[in-house]
């Protein structure tokens, strides 16, 4: 089975300044896929970014980049010039690319981050 | 267009009653999924449809938990007999279909608490 770990419980960052969140995963599988959610207080979870396994360049959307390490299994978000309005739990999420596996999320444990103006 | 939506938004419960928490999809999507999140589990997966597909159900924690999908749009999540750590936030998603590709869609969610 595939696990999905955050070992960042909270972190806090400065109005416009940079912060990164870790993931690491374990699976077995060739061809996955992960995501990072942000979970607002309104409990609607929204997709931040995702990475295609198979693909070596980091994925990047406006000022959120991963870093990608597919070897060290690690999958970090870096948040850059960060904003008030990310102040949000952060999730992590794997996702196989076939199998009995396919279809459903495996997420992390969360990570809370506070942004200070 | 509009999104996934969720009811009840809170649903307050005495333990050994049953509850139904509803989902409505984004129109056009062929993928359900049903998550919980919970204080001492994180978030879960329990289940999801595609299309005519039988459902994965291998998330369901006990046989007291139940979902059907009517017409391949709303769905329904049945607890029965509800203790007191089923307490959580239960969260539907949905997705144009269950490729990898798709995006989940998220609902807001619906917090139970069994007293």
């Known amino acids: 089975a595939q696990t999905v770990t955050q070992s960042q419980p909270e972190m806090s960052v400065q109005e416009a300044e940079t912060v990164t969140l870790s993931c690491t995963y374990d699976?077995?599988?060739?061809?996955?896929?992960l995501f990072w959610y942000k979970q607002p207080p309104s409990r609607q979870m929204i997709l931040v970014i995702r990475?295609?396994?198979?693909?070596?360049q980091n994925a990047t959307e406006n000022r959120f980049s991963v870093n990608f390490q597919k070897a060290a299994k690690s999958f970090s978000l870096k948040i850059s010039d960060s904003q008030l309005g990310d102040a949000a739990m952060y999730f992590c999420?794997?996702?196989?690319?076939?199998?009995?596996?396919?279809?459903?999320?495996?997420f992390g444990q969360g990570t809370i981050l506070t942004v200070h103006p | 267009g509009a999104g996934v939506s969720q009811s009840p938004s809170n649903k307050v419960t005495e333990k050994g009653k049953d509850v139904e928490l509803r989902c409505d999809p984004i129109?056009?999507?062929?993928?359900l999924y049903w998550y919980r999140q919970s204080l001492g589990q994180g978030l879960e997966f329990l289940i999801y449809?595609?299309?005519?597909?039988?459902?994965?159900k291998s998330g369901l924690p006990s046989d007291r938990f139940s979902a059907e999908r009517t017409g391949g749009s709303v769905s329904t999540l049945t607890i029965q007999r509800t203790q007191q750590e089923d307490s959580a936030v239960y969260l539907c998603?949905?997705?144009?279909?269950?490729?990898?590709?798709?995006?989940?869609?998220f609902g807001p969610g619906t917090r139970l608490t069994v007293l």
């Open positions: 129109s056009g999507h062929t993928a």
């Open positions: 998603a949905s997705s144009l279909t269950s490729g990898t590709y798709n995006e989940q869609f």
């Open positions: 999420a794997y996702r196989s690319g076939g199998g009995t596996s396919y279809g459903k999320l495996t």
């Open positions: 990475q295609e396994a198979y693909k070596q």
């Open positions: 449809f595609q299309g005519n597909s039988a459902p994965d």
């Open positions: 699976t077995s599988e060739s061809d996955y896929y």
